[in-house]
Structures are given as C-alpha cells and as structure tokens.
C-alpha cells in the first residue's frame, strides 16, 4: 500500500491563503452594503421629488383636458350649424379632440336631447343618464359605473353668444387602460410603478407599471396625498425598482482594490516570517547529527521515540541473522526484481559467486528459473530439486513470496540438504523391483476395497445395479487388455452422452447425479474415439457418479487441441480407478494430476478431423416452456438453458402450464421434467397431442432415470444433461413446427378469465376443472381478437376492472360473448353482468357463481 504524503509548508500555504480570502470577501461585502445603504437613502430622498413631478404631470394632463372642453364649448357657442350637426362640426378639428385629453364627450341640450360622442362606447355600455348626475360644474369628479369602467367627469355650462343657457358639456377621461396616461406618469420622472387610491371610497383608480420590470425584488415605495382638481380623498403611490449599480462598483472598486492590496502584503509577510522561524530551522535538523537532543522541546519526543525504534529494528536483525545462521538450510531473501538481500553462510557455500551476482538468475543454474518467476508472480507451494555438482549434494528449495518493506513482492529461498533422503529412497527402490508385466495386471486388493466401499455407501444397493457395475469394470478391464481397437471419429458431446447413458443404465442412478460441465463448442469437437478413450470417459462418469462427496461435478475444455477433463471424486479412497485411470493414460499418452481439492486433473492431446461442425447455437432467441414437475436440480437446467440462449418460461407443474402458458404468444420447444412423477409427464403430452390434434409435437422429456416406456412422438435425452446434449434434443426439437397456447381445436363455448393474482388463478383452475369448464387465462384484452376467434360464444370472467371502452368495442365485434365480473367499478358498461363476491374468493363462492353462468347458457340455449 503506498503511503500517501504531503507538505506541511504547502498546507500551511492553503490555509493561510484561504483565511486572507475569506477575510478579505467579507471586508468587500461590508464596504459593498455600507456604500449601497447610502445609494439607498438617497434614492428614497430623489424619490420624493420625484412624486412631486408625477403629480404635475397628473394635473398637468387635467389641465390639458380642460383647455379641451373650453375649445368645444366655444365651437359649440359661436358657430353656426344647424340642429343635430353640432359632432359634424366638433370633428372637423379631429386634431384636438385626437390628441387631446379627453377620451370621449357628452352635450346635453336645454331642450332635454343628448348628443353623444361614439367613442364612448368604447370604453362604458352604461346608459348616461346614471352617469351624469355624479357631475360637478367645472370640477372633476371620478365614477365607476356598472360595467366597472373607472371615469374621471368634468362638467361645464353651455352659454350661447347671448349669454343664454344652451346646455350643459360633459368631458370624460377613461382611467382603463389609458396607456397615455400611464405612461406620461411614468415616464416624466422615471419610475417602474404608479397607481391612484380613492381613501374615501376604498378603490384603485388608476395602476400601471413598465412592461418587462420584475417588482419582486428590491423595490423603492413613496405613498403620499395627490393634490389635484379631482374632488376626492385621492393618494398618489409610486415604485421604483432598486439595483446594485454599477456606480456603487465603481465607487467601492478603490476601497476594495486598497484592502485587497494590504491584505495580500500581510500575506506574504506571514509567510515570509513562518518561514524564517519554523520551516527554516526544520530544514537544518536534517543535516545535523542526532547524537544530541535536538534543541527544539516539541521534536524531542519525536526523536527519542525514533531512536527507540531504530534500536528495536537492530536487536531484530540480529537475532534473525543469528536465527538464519543456526539453521542447517542454505536461506536467500531477494527483493521483487530478484536482487539478493540476505544470504546466509551456507547459501554462500553453495554459490561462492553471490558477491559478483547481482540477482538471482545470475548464478543460479537455468533449470531453477521458471519456478523463481513463478514465486515473484505470488505463486504459493513452489518447490524445486538442485544438484550441486561440485559438491556433490541434492538440495530441495521452497520459494515463499511475501511484502517488503518498499510494499513489492519478494522472495525467500530456503534450501533443505536431501541427499541422503534421496539415497536412501533409491536404494529402497532397487529392493522391490516391479516388471511392466506385474503392472499391468489387476490388483486383488483394490477389486476388493471397490466392492466393500461400494456396501459401505449411504443408500440401498440393489442386486441388478451390483451387477451393472461389475460388468461396467469388467468392459473397462477389457479395453485395457485389448491392444487393437478400430477409431472412429465422432463429437466429443456425443461420446459423453453415449457413455453416460451407459453408466446410468448399469448403475441405476440418477443421471443429476452428475454435472458435466461440457459447453457447445468443446461438445462438437470431432474427435478420434477408440475403446480406451470410450473407457477412460467411463472411468470418469462412474467415479463421479458413485462418489459420496457433496459436489459430483466433470468439467470438460479444449485448449488448442489438447483435452482437459477435471473430476471431483474421492478417488483416495479407491485405488481402483486410480489404477485403471494409469493404465488407460499410458495407452492414451495423457498425464494425470491431483490437484488441491483433491480433484483429479486429465490432460491428453487427441486427434481431431479435418471436417469442422458448426459451434454457434441454433436454438438462440427460441422459447422453451420448462416444465420442472419433481425434476430435482431445477435451478442448473435453467442456466442452461440461458446459457444456450433461449428465452425460457418457467412452470413448477403441469396445471401451472395449463393455466398460465396463454400468456405466451409461441413455444417453439416444451422441455417436461420428471423423477418420480411418469404419469404427470406422460398425461401432459397425451393432453398436448389431443388439445393440438397432432402426434408430433416439439415436445422433450427429461428423466432423472431412463424411462421404462416412452412416447414414441417425443424426444428424450440420453444421459447425462449438458450444454451440449441439451442443444442437440432441443434443435430437432424446435424443427417441428412450434406450439401456440392460444390456439387449440377446442372452439365453441369456453371460459375466459381475465387478469388475477397466481394464487386466485390457481383457486379458480382447481374449481372450474371439477365442473369441467375448459378456460383460457390472460392478463388482458389487448389481443381479444386471437382468442375469441376460435371461442365466438365465450364466456369472459374480469378477476378485475378493464377498459369500457375496450368491452363495448369486444361486444359489437362478438355479440354471442358474455361478460361477468367480481369486482364492480365506476362507468361499468351495461353488457357486463356484476356478481358480487367478497374476497379471497372460496371454493363456496366459486361453485355457486359457476352453477349460475352455467344455468344462464342452459337457459339461453333453451330459449334458442
């Protein structure tokens, strides 16, 4: 693990940069508020003057609508014009009354008639009379009428040019969406809000503010009385929206650049004198010699507890040096790059060159090579033989891979002396002299133990399996003494599934019993197969078969063109095999190995045909109904099935199928399990051929034991079951034309269940089956049309709500279908027949619903 450092002057560096930084923010922040709360106060002063010009600017713009009813008042006066032409006139000076103040006008005659201005229309449908009694003479005065139109009125007297009393003229101002108004406000002092209040009739007058100002911020607000000609308690409130400006920047830029300045000169200073009185010194203890304390009272323990350990680590090395020297064993301790670290007095005395050497591989002889670079690599249990010519001796080495002190991994060579070890083993060896004759024959012994491990064994042993066994050795026996056998070229899979359904034969056991792990690609092989390979596969099936451990497993793979078959057994306790397995390895050319699991490993090359087969899966993409029943081990055939690439849809039984399976569009394989159970497995492809009305179907029986009768429309697989025996039995089975649950010759009248948990399906299957219904089960009607073309006059039961819509459309296109339901939901069409039931649903309640549906059809068919 690499040790991780850092620097105390760079930490100190960060920090004190970040504590001047965050001084230095809020000494700029400060100045900021401080200066913007004078820009504020000011604004708040400015804006009162402010609403001093907005109320001109209001009065200035009566005024101007004032001077206008003076000029139509003379017009009216003076001129001559005959009785009922007095707009004619008024709008011959289309220029004032346009662009003048008022909005519209009102003249109301001496004699009682009225004439209108027509734009009035435009802003009040209100008859007039209601509006001009609210008039003031030559004042103005607000009004609100009915349609809620906000008015300011001006009423003056008509006086014809002998000072008689003509009438009266009525000027009005529209405070709705006045934009000139408005804006005239606005604009004559530059504010973003302004409104009118009546105080003494609660209302708004007038409220208008700029297009596209946000006033949810920081606004700016003056309410002040509104001194005008309009008799009425008025108030005057104008907003202004407040932003930091870029004058206040600009102003506190100089503070804040010469506070900056400082801050950044007490920095550097700061740094300057923790340099010169801390980093400085610890930098000269580097170079001073540790014979005395140091003078710095907080390093002082830091120093003795160093010395302490220095000590420490010399009393270890001594006592390892003297620990290695004692020791009658050559040792070598050498670093990850095989440099020599240690080597102790007699190691030296082995290799006198070491001092010249710079690694190991420099005097040690070639031979010794490979397994140092297999300890360097961390390999664990590395043992090796060198003979020491000029000395004379054997030494046996270990290798031991372990961390140094840099965290690399390196290596410790110890050296044992065996060269009286292995005299002595030669010797015994000479004593006992074996012929390759007396090796080849049989040993009485192991036969024996075979047959007393063989009675010792948890489960029953019966007569017809012993003797299956016996003639199992006896063929294997055979082939060992035969010396000419004919070759044959077959897939190495097909070998397996031969020679397994063979052993399961003989022996009687099941063929789960043993996992055989051989993949498509390794199965398909073409090999040559003579009788001792056919033996040495039987050897391995009956010791994996017959074993008593947990895991009974036989792992086949290829590596170029050489064979690898691993065995878990427990093979210790059977010489047997292992006899049997050397003797057919020598005919074969193979090598065996034991490995840590106690394992027996198989390495042989064999020879293979020129003829290639096809390696990819055919079956990819298929989808398989995977009919478990009693079949143990379930969950392995699964995988392998995934394995291959099929979509697999799993059933735990045959009435799981019946009644689930018409959720699926298409089986192109249905893969029926069974142990015990051969009826259920037999009664589910019989009900298949006669639902489908044909004998072939793409249907796969998979037996724990052989079967004693089969079907003879269905496919079985032989043996063991492995990738690749799997593949093959499910390839000609998806050959045939597949299956298609929703559809079946059984047409006329049927049931139809919609939707339902997997416990109520299986209720309701247990119960209808007694009555003899014949149901289809599917989770909705989005493909009603599949189903009911072939069940015109079915009888569709909804274990939940569905579409009305969807019900309606169904009865239109199939009017001899009826719909029952349990549950009852808003907007249930009338064609639905409600049945109420409580939930959970019980056998009771399910027999009398079904007695009433069938009484309905017997009724309806009565009548028909």
């Known amino acids: 693990m690499a040790i991780v450092t850092f620097s105390l002057r760079r930490r100190f ?30 604004l708040e002063t400015n804006l009162a003057l402010k609403h001093r010009m907005v109320e001109q600017t209001f009065n200035g713009y009566l005024a101007r609508a004032e001077d206008e009813m003076k000029f139509i008042g003379q017009d009216l006066s003076l001129s001559d014009y005959a009785s009922g032409r007095e707009l004619d006139l008024l709008f011959s000076h289309h220029e004032v009354l346009f662009f003048g103040g008022l909005d519209f006008f009102y003249i109301e005659w001496a004699n009682g008639k009225g004439s209108m201005d027509p734009r009035a229309r435009l802003f009040t449908k209100v008859d007039f009379r209601s509006v001009l009694d609210a008039g003031l003479m030559n004042k103005w005065a607000s009004v609100v009428t009915k349609d809620n139109s906000t008015l300011l009125l001006y009423k003056k007297s008509l006086v014809s040019a002998e000072q008689e009393s003509i009438g009266f003229l009525y000027g009005f101002i529209s405070l709705n969406d006045n934009l000139t108004l408005a804006n005239e406000l606005l604009e004559s002092a530059q504010v973003s809000a302004v409104s009118v209040y009546d105080n003494e009739r609660d209302r708004i007058l007038l409220e208008e503010h700029k297009v596209g100002v946000d006033l949810s911020g920081t606004v700016l607000h003056s309410r002040l009385p509104l001194v005008s000609p309009v008799q009425a308690d008025l108030q005057l409130d104008i907003m202004q929206k407040y932003t930091l400006s870029s004058a206040t920047l600009s102003s506190a830029m100089p503070l804040i650049l010469s506070v900056g300045l400082v801050l950044l000169c007490c920095y550097l200073f700061l740094l300057r004198l923790i340099r010169q009185l801390i980093f400085s010194p610890l930098e000269r203890i580097v170079y001073r010699r ?17 010395n302490e350990y220095k000590a420490f680590i010399k009393a270890k090395e001594h006592k390892f040096m003297l620990l290695a020297e004692s020791v009658h064993s050559a040792i070598i301790f050498c670093n990850e790059v095989a440099e020599i670290e240690l080597i102790n007095a007699e190691a030296k005395r082995l290799f006198p060159d070491t001092e010249k050497a710079r690694t190991l591989f420099d005097f040690m002889p070639i031979s010794c090579h490979q397994p140092i670079q297999e300890a360097l690599k961390g390999g664990v249990g590395v043992v090796f033989d060198l003979t020491i010519n000029n000395l004379s001796q054997i030494y046996q080495w270990r290798a031991y891979s372990f961390q140094n002190e840099s965290d690399y991994r390196g290596v410790l060579l110890v050296g044992r002396n065996i060269t009286q070890e292995t005299s002595l083993t030669w010797q015994l060896a000479q004593l006992q002299p074996l012929s390759s004759v007396v090796q080849r024959k049989v040993d009485t012994d192991a036969i024996l133990n075979e047959l007393t491990y063989l009675s010792a064994l948890p489960g029953p042993l019966e007569a017809r399996h012993l003797q299956g066994w016996l003639s199992l050795l006896i063929s294997v026996l055979d082939d060992i003494d035969c010396t000419d056998s004919d070759v044959a070229y077959l897939p190495l899979g097909e070998v397996f599934s031969q020679e397994s359904a063979r052993v399961m034969a003989a022996m009687g056991v099941e063929a789960n019993r043993a996992l055989v792990d051989c993949s498509i690609e390794s199965g398909a092989k073409v090999v040559a197969v003579d009788a001792s390979f056919r033996s040495l596969i039987r050897v391995l099936l009956m010791m994996v078969m017959s074993n008593d451990m947990a895991e009974r497993r036989l792992t086949i793979r290829f590596y170029d063109s050489e064979l690898e078959m691993v065995a878990m057994n427990d093979m210790a306790f059977r010489p047997l095999f292992y006899w049997m397995i050397k003797m057919l390895l020598t005919t074969l050319g193979g090598q065996q190995k034991i490995l840590q699991n106690n ?51 799993e059933y735990v039984s045959t009435d799981s199928f019946f009644t689930q399976s018409s959720t699926v569009g298409k089986f192109d394989a249905i893969l029926i399990g069974c142990d015990k159970d051969v009826n259920a497995q037999a009664d589910m492809t019989r009900a298949l051929q006669l639902k489908y009305n044909r004998d072939h179907l793409p249907i796969v029986w998979l037996n724990s034991i052989l079967p004693v009768e089969v079907n003879p429309y269905v496919f079985t697989l032989q043996g063991c079951s492995f990738d690749y025996s799997l593949h093959q039995v499910l390839a000609k089975a998806c050959a045939i034309e597949g299956i298609l649950p929703i559809r079946s010759n059984e047409k006329g009248r049927s049931w139809v269940m919609i939707g339902g948990s997997r416990v109520t399906k299986a209720i309701w299957y247990t119960e209808l089956e007694k009555h003899h219904v014949t149901t289809q089960w599917l989770a909705d009607l989005s493909n009603y049309h599949v189903v009911l073309s072939y069940h015109s006059e079915a009888t569709v039961v909804l274990l939940e709500p569905q579409s009305s819509t969807l019900l309606q459309s169904i009865q239109l296109a199939f009017p001899k279908v009826r719909f029952f339901s349990l549950q009852q939901w808003p907007e249930m069409p009338d064609n639905v027949s409600f049945f109420d039931m409580a939930w959970p649903y019980s056998i009771e309640q399910i027999r009398q619903f079904t007695e009433n549906v069938m009484q309905r059809k017997t009724n309806i068919g009565s009548s028909e």
């Not at 001047?20 to 000494?27: D, H, K, P, R, W």
């Not at 014979?291 to 003795?304: H, T, V």
Request: hydrophobic share 50%; net charge negative; charged share 15%.
């Open 599 to 649: 394992a027996v490993q198989l390495n042989l090359l064999v020879g293979e045909n020129d003829k290639s087969m096809e390696c990819h899966s055919l079956v990819a993409n298929k989808i398989v109904a995977w009919v478990m029943n009693d079949y143990p081990n379930t969950k392995a055939i699964k995988e392998a099935l995934i394995r291959l690439g099929m979509q697999v849809e």
């Open 13 to 42: 560096r960060q920090r004190a940069l970040i504590l001047i930084s965050a001084v230095f923010l809020a000494i700029t922040l400060a100045i900021l508020y401080f200066i913007d709360s004078l820009h504020q106060s000011a």
């Open 290 to 306: 540790e014979d005395n304390l140091l003078p710095y009272a907080e390093l002082q323990p830091i120093q003795l507890q160093s």
